[in-house]
């Protein structure tokens, strides 16, 4: 054989094993694209800051649209996984929650805020649980 014809049956198995690899690394991970969308939208930060907000008594009416804002974003999850899905309902459920606690709380009635405390607590609660199982499931591979 050739140096010339050696050359090309080396070039041409590179060629083939550089499709192979690229097609392969294309693919994304349902725990990839998950993550990708959080951070993308930097759901884990905005949530931060809407329970912040609401356990130093800022309920006010943009951060209400703030909180609304994050489960709109929320809602459009484009990961088809079940797990992803059933965290993403989690962090819904919190965010609900703590948009129904700064709701209680600007009614002002003492009934109102005892129930946004209660919604609060279990807002935090929600959270805690949702972004723990949030990072188990991106550090998982399938």
Request: charged residues 25%; negative net charge.
């Amino acid at each position: 054989m050739t140096f010339k014809k050696m050359t090309k049956s080396v070039l041409g198995v590179l060629l083939v094993l550089m499709l192979i690899f690229s097609s392969v690394s294309c693919t994304e991970s349902p725990q990839v694209a998950y993550d990708n969308f959080f951070t993308d939208l930097d759901i884990l930060y905005r949530l931060e800051q809407v329970a912040f907000n609401v356990e130093f008594g800022r309920y006010s009416d943009v951060w209400q649209r703030d909180i609304q804002s994050v489960i709109d974003d929320l809602e459009t999850c484009p990961v088809d996984s079940e797990e992803a899905l059933r965290i993403n309902n989690m962090f819904i459920k919190s965010a609900q929650a703590f948009l129904d606690a700064s709701q209680l709380f600007l009614e002002g009635s003492d009934k109102a805020r005892m129930e946004g405390y209660e919604r609060q607590d279990y807002a935090k609660s929600k959270y805690r649980e949702a972004t723990s199982a949030y990072h188990a499931y991106i550090i998982t591979e399938e």
